[in-house]
């Protein structure tokens, strides 16, 4: 071995064995005081007559944290109303019954949805964790309310009032604000229809693919605690996670001659607009229908072409709405796929049966009852009391025409028994929307702890109240009476990477 050679092994053991050291100081610091007596602990031991050895050195402020490094590695930011990097949830406990409509609400309908949710939190283990940190406990704290819900309809009776008394005084609310803001924003997605056929033939040109199996999901939260709530996609290259192919390259056939067509539909922006939804039925050229939900997603960021629209000039901020994207598409084939590709996000599909849609819980969404949120900031299958407004037709609503809804994480399709021609509850145009809902889903571009999506079910009605929504709103978290009120919630900070 040469002196180089030797020397190079000796800087390298120094190396490794100041990082063991290094990580041993910051695990005995974190235990203790936090990362602030990590970093005075290095430096004393720096003081003492440590030294870095050769090619070692010391992050300086100006480096880029490593959260936000990983942030831009993995497209953090997906549509204009992702979450700043600085929202905090903070919870204040109000009455339950003072909640400004409470009285005037169908709470047997919102019974009915929490029991839906009970499915999923009787197939968790009683220790698993309720939201962030443990937000809202364990699925030991909540089955024992599933139970209850259960016990109530079974009774008979008067079920409205046993459901009142059940949220009333079984749980405890909590006003959610971000940071000292009561007001965030809320918007709506529905159920797709679709035409197409299980053949590529004529009209039916545009395909619905299956899920590639080399592409790989990670969450990012299992590795680095900070990253709470972010997820990427890729495939594995040489041992590296590395970017899938955008919109643009599969719609130039990256996937062609790879058997992943699932169905072939006869409209490319209704294929569009099922992905924004992430879930929908497709009627088939044969008869019958087939059911279609969320498998999976590129991992390239959303883009809202309705933004696009707006920039250009092409349609007015006061006037967007998912019908003026589809309207101006409509006038401007030629410009179809330019607009489209500008969103480089792509959704996989599943064919699915047994009751649904299905949300990110695993349950059945129930239209005007399941709203999307930031599962960063709650437990999904928890009540949350939304303060709002219905969307109203008389005029066309903001930006972001798709609703900046987008992509729910874990959507599915089956014989839908919502819709608004199945009684769903949809409440008349522009009225207030005090009702209470239940968190059943995430979005890619629902962001923030006061932000939710509400599900309006499957029809011509829910898709035009969707599309027109966008409107500001206040939430109520409501938790087990059990439980002690939470603590603030952070997302990625910065300062906490460091």
Not at 44 to 70: H, K, M, N, Q, R
Not at 101 to 108: I, K, R
Not at 224 to 234: D, K, Q, T
Not at 451 to 473: K, Q, T
Request: net charge negative; with cysteine; charged share 25%.
């Amino acid at each position: 071995m040469s002196l180089d050679s030797f020397q190079q092994d000796r800087q390298a053991l120094a190396a490794r064995r100041l990082r063991q050291q290094v990580q041993l100081w910051r695990r005995l610091a974190l235990g203790a005081l936090g990362l602030t007596t990590a970093v005075l602990a290095l430096l004393i031991w720096l003081l003492l007559g440590g030294s870095l050895p050769f090619g070692l050195t010391l992050p300086s402020e100006s480096d880029p944290a490593p959260s936000e490094i990983e942030a831009e590695e993995a497209g953090e930011s997906e549509a204009e109303d992702a979450a700043p990097l600085s929202d905090r949830a903070r919870f204040t406990e109000v009455q339950v019954s003072a909640l400004e409509g409470w009285a005037q609400d169908d709470h047997g309908a919102a019974l009915e949805a929490f029991r839906e949710g009970c499915g999923a939190l009787r197939r968790r283990p009683d220790g698993r964790a309720m939201g962030p940190d443990g937000l809202g406990g364990t699925a030991a704290d909540w089955k024992p309310l599933c139970a209850e819900a259960d016990a109530l309809t079974r009774a008979g009776g008067d079920l409205q009032a046993a459901a009142e008394a059940f949220f009333r005084q079984r749980f405890r609310a909590y006003q959610v604000t971000n940071r000292d803001q009561e007001e965030g924003l809320f918007t709506g997605y529905y159920e797709p229809s679709l035409r197409g056929s299980r053949r590529q033939q004529g009209a039916y040109q545009t395909p619905l693919l299956r899920r590639p199996p080399e592409l790989v999901s990670v969450e990012l939260g299992d590795f680095r605690p900070h990253l709470r709530g972010e997820r990427i996609s890729g495939r594995v290259t040489d041992g590296r996670l590395q970017p899938y192919a955008d919109r643009q390259a599969i719609d130039d056939g990256a996937l062609n001659r790879r058997s992943l067509e699932l169905l072939w539909v006869d409209d490319p922006v209704d294929a569009f607009f099922l992905h924004i939804q992430g879930s929908g039925r497709v009627l088939l050229d044969t008869g019958g229908s087939v059911q279609v939900g969320y498998a999976g997603q590129n991992g390239h960021p959303y883009f809202a072409i309705g933004r696009a629209l707006i920039e250009r000039g092409e349609v007015p901020r006061e006037q967007m709405s998912l019908q003026a994207i589809r309207g101006w598409l409509d006038q401007n084939p030629e410009s179809v796929r330019e607009l489209l590709h500008l969103n480089p996000s792509y959704v996989f599909f599943r064919q699915l049966t047994g009751p649904g849609p299905l949300g990110a819980l695993g349950v059945p969404l129930t239209a005007g009852r399941s709203l999307a949120v930031d599962r960063s900031f709650f437990p999904l299958g928890a009540p949350v009391w939304l303060d709002g407004s219905a969307p109203s037709f008389g005029a066309a609503e903001t930006d972001a025409a798709e609703t900046d809804s987008v992509e729910p994480i874990a959507q599915a399709q089956s014989e839908a028994t919502t819709g608004t021609d199945q009684g769903q509850e949809v409440p008349p145009p522009g009225e207030d929307l005090r009702r209470l809902f239940i968190a059943q889903d995430t979005g890619g571009a629902i962001r923030g702890p006061v932000r939710g999506d509400v599900f309006w079910g499957y029809g011509e009605e829910a898709e035009e109240r969707a599309g027109r929504m966008r409107h500001p709103g206040r939430l109520t978290l409501l938790l087990p009476a059990t439980l002690p009120p939470p603590g603030p919630v952070p997302t990625v900070d910065p300062d906490a990477a460091r």
